[in-house]
């Protein structure tokens, strides 16, 4: 008998429970079909968005006043806005900057929320306190607030720093820069809690005082012993905050502090939409297809999200 | 018991001061805020240079940035002042409007706190049960049906939902059921008791469905997880193998447990309730604690943010104890005599 028929026959005979753990999360994952449908969905969007950059780039902001408010036509597949800008090109474009957005918030909040995370729960004590009552501050502040001041404060500033680096497009960048500061700047906070959770709840366990006994350094144990353990409420919370960052994205649009136009993000087009809304001409397009892309968007990432907690942490069930 | 409260409640003191040098700080050191106090002064009026500086030394003076004698006070005592002043409950005037902080928030809070009560009974009402069912049936059609549509409201953004509901439950060319802002008829005078009632609730209708339809996914997740989590445990096997009714199990041992972690659910909320949702009042024109709290920090109305952040802290640590104390009430395992 080969080793492979060995390896056949042993997964034959375990089944469920045969393979490593992330094996075992992996075949769980796999036959979550809403999961698998929400992580399809987000595979179209970003081949669509991120596909057709190269076109949208070079078009997003071009104007055509003899073609304003068109409904959708073969030419225009999503039809015109009021300055006859493609609004095809404009969601496809708002589309990857959304996106983009979400993807860099959940990285912030990784980096942040981990870091905070890990110091408190693995120190303890009077750091712990310090760290947690911060957290616990910034909470009970209105985040709009924190977004206002940042907006204030770094705006000038991060333009100037863009335009003394030689960037193209300083004051658009320093825009989107500012937004994912302040939305970063909120959303590590559940990521803090949860993981110091974890880290409190491992500290204690035998595995992590006898690779404290052999004299590793703390870096070393939290690094190879405790946040291996932590990784999979990491992934899960971090999916999470892709979507909600996009939302709030979407909702400081509406109130006017997110990206500026002429950039466009599915945010700031479909308030723009809302806005458009009138009792004389109702132009469904201009606010269906930026909030359809976000319902999808955010559906499909929910969706990946909760797939990927019910695959990560079998204590939920 | 007593004693356990009155050392918590000693214990806050520490915490909430770091807390408000905290606030202090984020508020202070924000360029744009310093200066508010003078660019609101300055602000549409028509006076004399003269008349002006002293309007800003005014305002200076009432936000404690200078003495009487427009000498200017260093921030750590800036800091005291503003916290001797809170403790005796001067909270300050608006600087947007011609009001004090106390009477705006008077105004403001009954009508968040209303929206807010009435959607977290109906979220607990459809939630609860929900993640109950969704765990005794799991992986059945219902617990698939729920999950996903809970999931599939929360994915929905509450502009679309919100302009959608105003654009055809309050449109005369569609459906004219509900009005499309503020919170009362102009005939209130007219009323009795019970058609006033009726006409608030009538109008709070739609805010209230934009505020709800988004939280049913979160709570139910939780009530099912851990539902699950104590049905895998054993001493539920231990109750079953000694023959307990099936009911019995399920309300004295599985039920029990999971409302600790509803106790620690609902105080995690309890703050929020005080914050309006500032694109619900947006969107249905209703002047909450959301969208004070939103034109306060655009005007940079010092008073007014540090008093709703202030709030907001209070009652953070308040929940906490909260929920600490009715975890020894519904848990016997857990005493703090």
């Keep these: ?317 | 018991m007593t004693s356990y409260i009155i050392r918590r409640l000693l214990l806050m003191v520490p915490t909430l001061l770091g807390m408000t040098f905290m606030l202090f700080a984020i508020v202070r050191f924000a360029p744009g805020l310093r200066e508010a106090g003078q660019a609101n002064a300055v602000q549409g009026m028509m006076q004399s240079k003269q008349a002006q500086k002293q309007e800003q030394l005014l305002v200076a003076e009432r936000l404690h940035l200078v003495d009487k004698n427009g000498h200017p006070i260093s921030l750590p005592m800036q800091y005291v002042l503003w916290l001797k002043s809170t403790c005796e409950g001067h909270l300050g005037t608006s600087l947007e409007y011609p009001e004090p902080v106390l009477k705006l928030i008077e105004q403001r809070l009954p009508v968040t706190l209303t929206i807010n009560l009435i959607s977290m009974i109906v979220i607990y009402l459809v939630a609860v049960p929900g993640g109950l069912l969704a765990a005794l049936y799991r992986d059945r059609l219902f617990d698939r049906g729920y999950g996903f549509i809970s999931l599939a409201l929360y994915s929905l953004p509450a502009i679309w939902v919100g302009s959608s509901l105003l654009g055809f439950f309050a449109n005369p060319e569609f459906f004219n059921w509900f009005p499309a802002a503020g919170l009362h008829s102009t005939n209130t005078e007219s009323m009795d008791f019970f058609q006033y009632i009726g006409d608030y609730f009538y109008h709070i209708t739609l805010p209230i469905v934009c505020s709800t339809y988004a939280g049913f996914a979160f709570l139910s997740k939780q009530v099912r997880g851990s539902i699950l989590e104590n049905l895998g445990q054993d001493y539920i096997r231990t109750a079953r193998a000694k023959g307990v009714k099936g009911s019995t199990v399920m309300v004295r041992h599985v039920f029990r447990n999971s409302l600790l972690t509803l106790i620690t659910l609902t105080g995690m909320s309890l703050p929020g309730l005080l914050g309006g949702s500032v694109i619900v009042e947006q969107i249905f024109s209703i002047n909450g604690m959301g969208r004070l709290a939103y034109t306060a920090t655009l005007a940079r109305d010092l008073p007014v943010i540090q008093t709703v952040a202030l709030i907001g802290s209070v009652l953070t640590l308040l929940s906490y104890l909260a929920v600490d104390i009715c975890y020894a009430m519904a848990d016997p395992r857990v005493s703090y005599a």
């Design chain 1, 1 to 317: 008998m080969t080793a492979t028929n060995l390896a056949a026959a042993i997964d034959g005979v375990m089944g469920e429970a045969g393979g490593t753990p992330s094996r075992r999360a992996a075949r769980r994952f796999g036959r979550n079909r809403t999961a698998l449908a929400g992580l399809l969905g987000l595979a179209v969007l970003v081949v669509i968005c991120y596909g057709t950059l190269p076109w949208t780039l070079g078009s997003y902001a071009r104007q055509n006043l003899h073609d304003t408010l068109h409904t959708p036509t073969p030419a225009h597949l999503m039809g015109t806005d009021r300055l006859g800008r493609d609004l095809f090109s404009r969601w496809s474009l708002g589309g990857a900057i959304s996106m983009g957005i979400g993807l860099a918030s959940a990285a912030i909040s990784v980096v942040i929320g981990v870091g905070v995370g890990v110091v408190a729960g693995y120190t303890g004590g009077r750091v712990d306190a310090v760290l947690m009552r911060a957290v616990d501050v910034l909470y009970g502040l209105p985040y709009i607030l924190l977004v206002i001041l940042l907006r204030v404060t770094l705006v000038g500033r991060m333009t100037g720093a863009l335009t003394w680096l030689g960037l193209p497009h300083p004051q658009e960048m320093a825009g989107i820069g500012v937004l994912l500061v302040g939305i970063g700047s909120v959303s590590w906070l559940t990521m803090a809690r949860v993981v110091r959770g974890q880290v409190m709840a491992l500290r204690d366990r035998p595995f992590v005082e006898a690779a404290r006994a052999l004299g590793l350094s703390p870096a070393r144990v939290i690094w190879k012993h405790i946040l291996p353990n932590v990784a999979g409420p990491i992934v899960v919370y971090a999916t999470l905050t892709v979507p909600s960052a996009i939302l709030a994205e979407s909702f400081l649009s509406f109130l006017g502090l997110g990206v500026q136009p002429p950039v466009p993000t599915w945010g700031n087009l479909a308030s723009a939409g809302v806005a458009a809304i009138n009792p004389i001409h109702i132009r469904w397009w201009l606010i269906f297809w930026p909030c359809a892309g976000l319902t999808v968007g955010l559906l499909s990432l929910n969706f990946l999200g909760d797939g990927l907690r019910d695959a990560l942490d079998p204590r939920q069930g």
